[in-house]
């Protein structure tokens, strides 16, 4: 395989096989059909029009198909994007796999494991550790293996853990100085306050959101599991409802889909470091891609924003 398509400047050519992540039909101006694909690889995606399409191209280029593309990356509105040249799907002899494109957390998944189950065996809390404990063994195989999100940040295989694993290391970095923090109570909204997008999502190879993702979400999938476990367990009392509020709250604003605003001061803490986590995560993998002294992309979820990238010489190792 290639250096990956996010390696690749504009003005480069690109041939190579990728993986179709999702497919948009749309109608251009002259009154013909077209498709949108956002295609991917190890290193990112891509996204590329199919002009003026047949029945038989809709039929073909679907949502985790292979295919065979040669074509030149340039840009438009600010982001690259891949002119089609050639495409084909990829045939059996090709010899490849969607294992072969997708892209993996940095970190090891048995670190990752190692990094949440010391941060349960820690918390001094037995409530709260039991009803981690319990939800994190009922999606154990799941955990380890799902993105974060379909897009934006951590949107990678084992994506989630690593989300849950760096949070909880800024965490304990904060609780070191904000030492009237509730540790335990922060550690158990971290590794609990996505395990709704277990439901919420379809998979980790090209996730969509599910009926339930889509009608419930996953904040309220979790507070939800949250009280089942609580109640299997025999566990009653304030730490249930307020775990709750931590999940409930953590994307801040009613604006940003959350249903309660942080009201508890390990709520606020939970929505901080989520939020900057998500965001350094987005920032890092685009500055990833782009040489010294340039810009990245616009990142949409950023305020469509651009980041430069230092050029003078001790920039990446401060």
Known sequence: MSKGIANVTVGQPFDDFLLIKSVTRGIASNGKPFLTLILKDHSGEIEAKLWEITKEDEEEFVQETIVKVSGEVRQFRGKNQLKIHQIRPAHA???????DFL????VPVEELKEHITEAIFQMKNPNLQRIVRYLVKKYEKDLFIYPAAT???HEYVSGLAHHIVTMLELAKKIQSIYQNLNLDLLIAGIILHDLGKLKELSGAATPNYTVEGKLLGH????SEEIGKAAEELGIEGEEVMVLKHLVLSHHGKHEWGSPKTPQIREA??????DLMDA?????NRALAQTRPGDFT??????DNRSFYKPSYQDYESS
């Open 93 to 99: 002899a090709d010899g490849v796999k969607i294992e």
């Open 103 to 106: 892209e993996k957390s940095p």
């Open 219 to 222: 904040i309220s999938i979790i």
């Open 297 to 302: 992309e616009r990142i949409f979820a950023l």
């Open 151 to 153: 897009k934006n940040h």
């Open 268 to 273: 606020e803490i939970l929505h901080l470091i």
């Open 279 to 283: 965001k350094m995560n987005m920032m």
